[in-house]
């Protein structure tokens, strides 16, 4: 009897899987390194004109304003998320707690076009915030939030929301409740005791929500490409420009392999700062 | 002990920014409730009239209706390609030593950091140059792809939390590894593989971003098919659709919520 019963057949199709996302890799890779002809979709000869066109100012923008894009909503996700988080796993009745676990959970069930597209009913010129306001009084003329920076990045906040209270929360749950007792019987106030004790051993849970509200936003699509219509141009709107408009699929694998890099260098920066923390923690 | 007036006023603005923050996730899904009633093509706020029509053109909508059909046979089958795959992974990985063991985890999980239009476009650019059809088996590829991950996490908590001595016991009385697999393994395992081939239907019925690289008219999903119609049409038919939408999932969510409690699956109990 072999020691490691059903090895080869369990892994089997996971390797086959495995196989299969190598290839697609290497073969944007290869894509990024082959001129394009245009009107045609086989690409050319070995180049590395790619790599030289990315330093184009509208690639630059794009970069910028994805970069951008990524700071504001990760900052304000957390802002939003943490109060969020913070009341759900403190709630005293269990029926408030899973009332606002599941409020917060259902936009990530709703896909990317449902949320958009409610957002872009929000925002709009005549859309409901700036109808409302207007019959307010509150302003005379609509307020611009489609097509802006502003309005997409309220839309990526709700986007990203949910996932950043899930990672808030699990932070926050396997906090011992045991030392905020002794900082309030020590004699210090509510918001001495949060500020000391609860947020300072949530850190690490907040910079794992950082990087991970970091990578949604750098990958989100519909949002910047619905809401942005074409005045936010992100990586990942510029892509699909490259690659569906002008089937330039050569600059758009290498416009891909560039930011699929800095994504992994951000978050690979996000990693050292958690072990940082974990061992000042372990002092 | 009596509560000092500091602690009235926290208490009490914690309660105002937790409502507020509760209306900014749930305005838009009311706003776009009321703005499905809108009788007119035109959005207005409020509604000048009120009509259920775009419910009726949101039915009536051809590629709607396909849409749906090929989200529906695209999730099923990639999510159950995906959790045999997922499940059998996550299985060797809590369980044996084995060459690359590492590197091919790595590889698995990677699809958690690389962007969706980066997936999508590396397997439609690889299925081109392997000179394969636009079928809906590469959109299926695309979609196992994407949720095989969060199969594999789903699987591997309950292999991590599993009781080993049910498996010894059966061994000891003569079970072979097969008949132990099926009688003790997969039962046992059984809360954990329906949460995760759940969730990849889930995402992978919700997936948009990659599957709009690889699908053509006829294997389009129907995210993509939601996401061509606001592109053409600015009436509230998709306003409509999303209320359709919510109601499915908001159910689901419940039920699932019943059945597993929601703070247990997510780890924030």
Redesign the interface.
Known sequence: ?SK????G??????????F??????L??VQ?SLRAHIPGA?DPGGFTLDNFTTLWKTVYGKAFVTTVLLCWWTALFTLL?GY??AY???RAKSARL??A????????L???????T??????L?N???LN??LMQLGVIDRPLDLMFTMTGVVIALV?FT?PIVV?ML??AL?HIDRNLERAATSLGA???RCFLTVTLPLSIPGIVTATSTAF?WT??A??TPQ?IGGGKVQTI?TL??QV?FASFN?PL??SL?LV??LF??AV?ALFNTGIHRLERIGAH | MRKSV??HL?DWS?RI??IS??G??????V??A??SLNDGA?????PKSWSLRWYANAFEYRDFGAGLVNSLRIAAVGAT?AL??????A??FN??D?MFKGL?NT??M??L???????G???L??S??ASLPRSIWLVI?VH??IV?PFVVRSVYVSLKNFERRYEQAAESLGGT??HV?LTITLPLLLPGLISGALFAA?LS?????AS??VVNQRTQTL?VA??NY?REYADPT??AL?VI??AP??A???LV?KFFR??KV????
């Open positions: 009897m490691r019963p059903f090895l057949w369990f892994a089997s199709p996971s390797i086959l899987i495995a299969g996302i190598a290839a697609s890799f073969a944007i894509f979709l939003i109060p969020l009341a759900m796993v707690r899973s606002i676990l599941l409020i917060s959970l259902t936009p069930f709703l896909g990317e076009i449902v949320r597209y409610s957002w872009m009913i929000v709009g005549r859309g409901f109808a409302t709700h929301l899930v929360a699990a749950s106030g509510r918001i990578a750098f990958s699509f519909a619905m990942s892509v699909y690659g699929f758009a694998a891909s930011g699929l994504t992994i978050l | 500091l602690d926290l914690g920014v937790l923050i509760l900014f996730v749930l305005l838009p899904f706003v776009v009321i703005a035109i959005l207005s706020f409020p390609i045999i795959a997922g499940a059998g992974f299985y060797v369980r044996y084995f091919l590889v698995l990677s699809p950091i690389i962007p969706n239009f980066t997936i476009l590396g397997l650019i690889l081109t140059a590829a196992v792809v095989l590894p097969l697999l889930i019925f919700n997936e948009f971003t709009l690289y995210p939601m996401y606001v998709l306003a999303s939408y919510v999932v908001a689901m969510l419940l919520h929601l703070e997510l780890n924030v109990d």
